[in-house]
């Protein structure tokens, strides 16, 4: 039964990064759809990043047990992210010659979320 319950937070992480990417994107940074700066899903991304940083987190110092973890972690996070996407967007800039831009999407959303998600479990570990 984990695996529904990963679902279910699938379920609700996939919408609230939809919404979030359009709401950022909305505001977004180009000149049109296709080689816009992706900010939508750098936002998402760093986001998921800081909130799995805190239940690994929570699960390593505090007392979150394995299917929560799951559930939030796999489920939720894995349905608010997306590493296929911002690869996608990546290869739109670069083929619109957009290369620095593209480099600049492509380490940031690495970089970011990877201090986003160190950042969370920095936090989980001062505060457990």
Do not use: H, K
Request: hydrophobic share 55%.
């Amino acid at each position: 039964m984990v695996w529904l319950a990963v679902g279910i937070g699938g379920a609700l992480g996939a919408p609230l990064r939809f919404v979030t990417d359009r709401w950022v994107q909305e505001r977004r940074f180009g000149d049109d759809e296709l080689t816009a700066w992706p900010l939508g899903t750098l936002a998402v991304n760093v986001i998921g990043g800081l909130m799995l940083g805190v239940i690994v987190g929570a699960s390593r110092y505090g007392t979150l047990g394995a299917v929560p973890v799951a559930v939030m972690g796999t489920g939720f996070c894995g349905a608010l992210t997306t590493f296929s996407t911002a690869s996608v967007e990546t290869i739109r800039l670069a083929e619109a010659d957009r290369w620095p831009a593209a480099l600049a999407v492509a380490a940031s959303n690495l970089l970011l979320s990877m201090t986003a998600a160190a950042l969370g479990l920095g936090l989980t570990a001062a505060i457990w």
